[in-house]
């Protein structure tokens, strides 16, 4: 069967994509753009990239006519540009304009939980968008789901960050709110199971785990699977706005992203009854603590698919990464630096693609942290993203307050692009020339006074801070 799957360098679509190609199935993926797909991890012949911008119409002819499924998994709540409920329809209805052009049979679409009166701004747009993707050419299935509960995902990651951060938690009232989490496991076996099944056609299911919890339980539940004592006092005072600084400073969330998981957060996400399970031939549902347990195997054998912190979030980055993969070099500053490496050129590039996250930048990790710090009080990601894989990185991927542009082993090159807030564009880049040389280069693109400002008054500091991580990189064993 020939599928279409939308998002593909997204949280679900990574995880759906080596399902699809297990199954036999020639997959179509769609992104935005193309060098943020990992092309090394999949082998398959059946596998098709192709480079598709739903909010661009010209582009929507790339989509081949002979497909048999689409997946639509394309969210745009975590952006910071725009009104992402705007996006969201623009998107939705040039997908369902080209799809209606080729011979798909069957949408199937991930949605969230609306069955309340009162809905947040996401779960509105998520409800919008499957009025929209309704038509006469093709059956639409559209599967419903709350919390998300797997290694990386948005929800598992706030929850995470909240109890091993604080022993002692004064939360909002909407701790008190109900949902229904569901393994991620789970959402890909529905996702599996309505493919091709005619009965789901023109039909849209909740799916949900076990039990329903509220946020207070599902944190102390976490805490205890993890071994950890926890007390959490509920105060009916904090407003809104509060509630996402709260979320902003103590998680890995942007602010914009705080503040609408925030106000989805006030409304209860419960599945209504359906037939889903026995029309696709029942599924075995995973409980939330084994579903906490199954996040942390992953975690521990270091074999987390996708993470959420990769979504591109930054308003330069809009466009993808490929703009920006071509260092400038007219009206930059510029920092570069020769070492002579004296060891194997396999452990210095091992030590390149180790860095950052939990291994630090080599040198001065007080600094980094400070900067971190001063990013997070202005608004930016700061450190806390961290970083997918110790060992293991690809363009694309968040690297704490960078962006990965290009990592490749056989060219012996990364370059990372700054996410944090600046008067200007920064890049970092490490290379290895001959086998026996590493340079590391250091690009800041200043954006008027204020960025020549910027980077004359922390000129000290890099002197100290680049000198000693290129020295600690080629020779720490």
């Avoid at 509220?214 to 904090?238: C, D, H, Q, S």
């Amino acid at each position: 069967m020939k599928i279409l799957l939308t998002g593909a360098t997204g949280y679900i679509a990574q995880r759906l994509l080596p399902v699809l190609l297990e199954n036999g199935h020639q997959v179509v993926c769609c992104v935005r753009d193309i060098s943020r797909f990992n092309h090394e991890r999949y082998t398959a012949a059946d596998l098709i990239v192709i480079e598709v911008n739903f909010l661009d119409e010209e582009t929507l002819d790339r989509i081949p006519v002979d497909i048999d499924v689409a997946y639509y998994l394309i969210h745009s709540m975590s952006t910071s540009v725009g009104d992402f409920a705007k996006l969201e329809d623009v998107s939705a209805r040039n997908f369902r304009s080209r799809i209606e052009q080729t011979n798909a049979a069957q949408v199937i679409y991930l949605s969230g939980i609306t069955n309340n009166q009162q809905l947040s701004k996401h779960l509105n747009s998520r409800k919008n968008v499957e009025e929209i993707l309704m038509s006469d050419k093709y059956g639409l299935t559209t599967l419903k789901a709350g919390i998300i509960i797997g290694s990386g995902s948005a929800s598992f990651e706030i929850i995470r960050d909240l109890v091993e951060k604080l022993p002692m938690i004064i939360g909002p009232k909407w701790l008190n709110t109900k949902s229904q989490p569901i393994a991620i496991r789970n959402v890909l076996q529905y996702l599996l199971g309505v493919l091709k099944n005619q009965e789901s056609y023109n039909n849209s299911y909740d799916i949900g785990g076990t039990k329903v919890l509220t946020y207070k339980e599902m944190l102390l539940r976490f805490a205890k699977v993890r071994g950890l004592k926890r007390v959490i006092w509920v105060v009916p005072v904090m407003t809104p706005r509060l509630s996402s600084y709260w979320l902003y400073f103590v998680t890995s969330t942007s602010y914009s992203l705080a503040t609408h998981l925030v106000n989805s957060m006030k409304v209860e996400v419960i599945c209504k009854e359906n037939n889903l399970n026995e029309l696709i031939g029942g599924i075995e549902l995973i409980g939330y603590n084994k579903a906490i347990q199954l996040a942390f195997g992953k975690i521990e054998q270091n074999q987390v698919v996708s993470s959420w912190k990769d979504a591109l979030t930054s308003s330069i980055l809009v466009n993808g990464i490929s703009p920006h993969i071509q260092v400038p070099k007219f009206g930059c500053f510029t920092d570069k630096r020769r070492y002579k490496i004296t060891q194997s050129y396999e452990k210095v590039l091992q030590n390149i693609w180790s860095i950052g996250g939990t291994k630090g930048w080599y040198h001065a990790n007080w600094l980094w942290e400070i900067r971190g710090y001063i990013d997070r009080l202005t608004g930016g990601v700061g450190l806390r993203r961290g970083r997918k894989n110790p060992l293991e990185i690809s363009a694309g991927e968040s690297l704490d307050f960078w962006r990965v542009l290009l990592a490749n082993k056989s060219q012996k090159r990364l370059l990372l692009y700054a996410e944090m807030k600046l008067p200007g564009e920064a890049w970092l880049e490490f290379k290895i020339i001959n086998n026996n040389e590493l340079v590391q280069t250091a690009t800041f693109r200043p954006l008027g006074i204020w960025g020549r400002i910027y980077w004359y008054s922390v000129l000290p500091f890099h002197g100290y801070i680049f000198k000693g991580m290129i020295r600690a990189i080629a020779t720490n064993n």
